[in-house]
C-alpha cells in the first residue's frame, strides 16, 4: 500500500543550513502541488507591545488572541479611528510600555509604568543578591522596592532627608 511518502525529499532548509540530525519530510501526490508557508504569529499583548496600546485597549477593540505579524503592520500602517485618536490624545509625558533590564544579568521585561515608581538607580531580579550591584554614594541612603515587573527589585539611592 503507498504511504504518500515516496517521492524525493523536500527539504525545507538549504543542505549547508540543515542540521545532521534534521528530518527530511517527503511529499508525493496532491500534497507536493502545496507549499508550505510559515505565517509568525504573536499574542495580543505582543501585538500591543507593537501597536503603543495597552493591553485593556487592545482586548477592548476586539484584537484577537493571536493574530499574525502581518495584520499588526497593517493596523499600524492604516490605523483604525480608535488607534488613530489614541495616539493624537498622548501627550508624551508618561509612556504606554517601558523596559525593565536588570542590571546584573540583563534580563528584560517589558510592562506597563506604575505612577508611584520612583526614579530607580538600578534594577535587578528577585534572585541576585543586593553585594551584586556597587555600593550607592557616600552620602546617600539605598531603599529596595518590590514587586516591579514580574521579578525585578528597583534599587533607589537617595539623600536622606
Not at 505579524?69 to 493596523?75: F, I, M, N, P, T
Not at 538600578?122 to 554614594?137: A, K, M, N, R, V
Amino acid at each position: 500500500m503507498p504511504t504518500g511518502f515516496d517521492s524525493p525529499p523536500v527539504a525545507f532548509l538549504p543542505e549547508s543550513t540543515r542540521p545532521a540530525a534534521a528530518p527530511v519530510i517527503r511529499l508525493s501526490g496532491r500534497f507536493q502541488a502545496h507549499r508550505l508557508r510559515l505565517i509568525e504569529m504573536i499574542t495580543r499583548r505582543e501585538a500591543a507591545l507593537r501597536l503603543d496600546i495597552p493591553l485593556e485597549m487592545a482586548v477592548r477593540h476586539g484584537i484577537p488572541g493571536r493574530l499574525s505579524v502581518e495584520e499588526v503592520s497593517e493596523l499600524n500602517e492604516n490605523p483604525p479611528a480608535w488607534l488613530a485618536q489614541s495616539r493624537a490624545n498622548r501627550t508624551g509625558k508618561k509612556p504606554v510600555w517601558v523596559q525593565l533590564t536588570c542590571d546584573i544579568c540583563g534580563f528584560t521585561e517589558s510592562v506597563r509604568p506604575k505612577k508611584w515608581w520612583p526614579e530607580f538607580a538600578y534594577l535587578s531580579c528577585e534572585h541576585h543578591g543586593s553585594d551584586e550591584l556597587p555600593e550607592p554614594q557616600p552620602g546617600r541612603v539605598r531603599t529596595e522596592v518590590d514587586g516591579i515587573g514580574s521579578r525585578f527589585i528597583g534599587v533607589v539611592d537617595e539623600l536622606p532627608s
